[in-house]
């Protein structure tokens, strides 16, 4: 900060200093000068007022600028000459620190359950000798040596074993769904005329009787010229919009609508006028 105090008066002593010492003939700031220039003008003029009164306000911002650093610098010479507060640490009693608690005792820990027995399992048990009556004697030595085996093939029977076989199953492959076309390069035609004359003809005017206004039916014209998937996109009451679907879904089979000259999928949306 007395670094840039310094600076600042050393700047204001020049300008000063050149203020003072430039005052001739030379200077468009000279008294004498501007009096003999517009002796015979205006001296409302703009310019002889600005070069009468600059030296006037060089002095004042001069001036101005030394006392606003005078004080800013007295100012940051009081706030640093203002003591801190020191904040005093007591220092810290041993004697007060309580006494630690006994640890508290624990409860013993359960019992372990006890171990149950396991039944000695003996690998070969001893015979046990019972009275049994046997009806047949046993072969002796004699018997079983003279028995004889045959040398005779038995033949078996040549009929194969014909197992049941039941049908195979056959796989149902899902049937391939056509894609719906918002827009197409041919659309779908109504046959004899405009759709809207068919639904003015069969259109019941009873079930619209209290409404007036719009209702926009959509609906899919199939690849034979059906009508499917019939919906109100936009309607009034429910009975008006039951009404147009029913005269929707009555309507004779449509041209189907085209791609690249091939009959596809399309949606049409056909706006019926009720009372207007």
Known sequence: MTVVLIVALIVAGISLYDYFSARNWQQVTSADRNEI???DRNKEYGAYTLRRDYDKRMVIILVSFVATLGLSFGIFNYIKSIPEEVIEIKPFDVTTIPPAKPDEELPPPPPEPPVPEVEKL???PPPVIVDIEVDTEPKTQ???????????????SDDSFNATVGPAETVVEAPKVEQIYEAVEEDAEFPGGRPSDFVSTHFNPDA?????GKII???VVELDGSISNVEVARGLSPE?????IRVVRSMPRWK???N?????RSRFSLPILIGE
């Open 217 to 219: 039916v959509r609906f």
């Open 260 to 264: 690249n000259g091939k009959a596809v």
């Open 256 to 258: 189907p609508g085209k």
């Open 240 to 244: 008006a919009n039951r009404e147009a």
């Open 122 to 124: 003996v690998a070969f």
């Open 208 to 212: 619209a009787a209290d409404v007036e």
């Open 142 to 156: 004699q018997d079983v040596e003279s028995t004889t085996v045959s040398t005779k093939d038995q033949e078996g």
């Open 37 to 39: 220039v517009f002796a």
